[in-house]
């Protein structure tokens, strides 16, 4: 049996921060994107658009490790940033969801997509996905060739961390319109495999990751309520995301009362967690205690409360390990918008800068810039002819150029 979330649709109103941004629906279904009917799978872009052809070609001799390496090569003929077409969420989808469907390796596939929720910290994005692409293009025709209804549910987790990570790698690449397709389909899959702590966890995530997807705060807010409905009592380390991501949305929309409240929700969620999620620091599926200092560092940063601000942030990177240098990196921002709010601006924009510039520039992707660009905002209106500005924005273009149009 799925899970049934009884909460406020999850729809990109109009007078969201990203005007345009609205998906396809299906009629009588708000907030739904649109399902093309009967898309069979496709292994290869068919043109230079990254089009998926319209009929099925035979699998490769080899099966699925051939036809992931021959998909790995089209998308490297196509180029760094080609990756297979925004249909591709609902095709997995829908075969996921056949009654018909499945036989396969279960284990060999929970085993590739729990994989990627270690690699994807360290990875860079542009392979990752294409990684993703292949290893989900293979899953594709894995499904369709079986016909055993009862390995249907054992496949849907995996489907459901693969989408998870490719929407937040897609998010980094800028590419926010395709990150939302994989967020729905992560929902559906999560949902319908019956795994409440799964559905939790999707939700946490995408709660958490729509803060730098431009998505409108009152839709972070409700899908992060929606994770916290769907949890109940239970503490894990999606409901510990949720809180976290609304307290940093509330805190973004000046309601300090009510972020405050959130953070200590998550404070009290963390304090429930078992040793397992606590102490799992190398992949996404933890929830260490460097994650809540974090959060806390973002919470008092933008609510003006620089001194409880300074001392999460030092406690974060006390327990941030060397490598983590992107989530290093934010808390470096979150300490330069501080500067700045303490008045020291042009300090606060040149550690803004210093920070951005050490990052390897393939890092330097949405989840860096948009903190950056909250230190550029801090800036009074005055203030801002300085040159420190100016070098913080030169900075920045050079990541720029790896993101894409949403």
């Not at 990109?12 to 009588?28: I, L, M, Q």
């Not at 969420?89 to 829908?94: A, C, D, N």
């Not at 991501?245 to 972020?259: C, I, N, S, V, Y």
């Not at 102490?279 to 933890?286: A, D, N, P, T, V």
């Amino acid at each position: 049996m799925g899970i049934t979330v009884a909460a406020t649709p999850v729809t990109d109103v109009a007078g969201s921060s990203n005007p345009g941004s609205a998906e396809p629906h299906n009629a009588g279904q708000p907030g739904r994107p649109r399902i093309p009917a009967g898309l069979p799978w496709g292994a290869l872009p068919a043109n230079d658009s990254g089009r998926l052809p319209e009929q099925t070609p035979p699998v490769p001799e080899g099966g699925e490790e051939m036809l992931r390496r021959t998909v790995l090569g089209a998308l490297a003929t196509l180029g760094a940033g080609a990756t297979l077409d925004s249909d591709l969420p609902w095709k997995v989808f829908s075969a996921l969801a056949r009654e018909d469907t499945v036989g396969a390796d279960h284990d060999r596939w929970n085993e590739i997509a729990w994989e990627y929720g270690y690699t994807y910290l360290s990875t860079p994005r542009t392979d990752l996905v294409a990684e993703l692409s292949a290893d989900i293009a293979a899953l594709g025709q894995t499904i369709e060739r079986t016909a055993n209804e009862r390995f249907r549910h054992g496949l849907r987790p995996a489907g459901t961390r693969m989408a998870v990570v490719m929407a937040m790698a897609q998010t980094d690449l800028g590419r926010f319109r395709s990150a939302r397709h994989w967020w729905w389909l992560a929902r559906q899959l999560a949902d319908a495999s019956g795994d409440r702590d799964l559905a939790v966890w999707v939700r946490g995530n995408e709660s958490m990751i729509g803060l730098y997807q431009r998505r409108p705060l009152p839709v972070v807010v409700t899908v992060a309520e929606q994770a916290v409905a769907v949890a109940g009592r239970q503490a894990d380390a999606g409901t510990a995301e949720a809180f976290g991501a609304k307290a940093q949305a509330l805190a973004l929309m000046g309601r300090a009362d009510e972020a405050l409240d959130a953070l200590r929700a998550a404070e009290q969620t963390f304090d429930r967690l078992p040793s397992t999620v606590t102490g799992e620091c190398e992949s996404i599926y933890g929830w260490p205690r460097q994650r809540l200092h974090h959060i806390e560092s973002f919470v008092h940063t933008h609510l003006g409360g620089t001194a409880a601000a300074y001392q999460a942030q030092q406690c974060a990177l006390a327990l941030y390990a060397a490598d983590r240098v992107v989530s290093r990196s934010q808390i470096g921002l979150h300490r330069a918008v501080c500067l700045v709010k303490d008045g020291e601006i042009g300090e606060g924009l040149r550690q803004a800068a210093t920070t951005v510039d050490r990052l390897p520039v393939e890092r330097r992707l949405r989840y860096v810039t948009t903190i950056a660009d909250r230190v550029l905002d801090a800036v009074p209106e005055r203030e801002r002819g300085r040159p420190e500005m100016d070098e913080l924005r030169s900075v920045l273009a050079v990541g720029r150029q790896g993101e894409e149009a949403s």
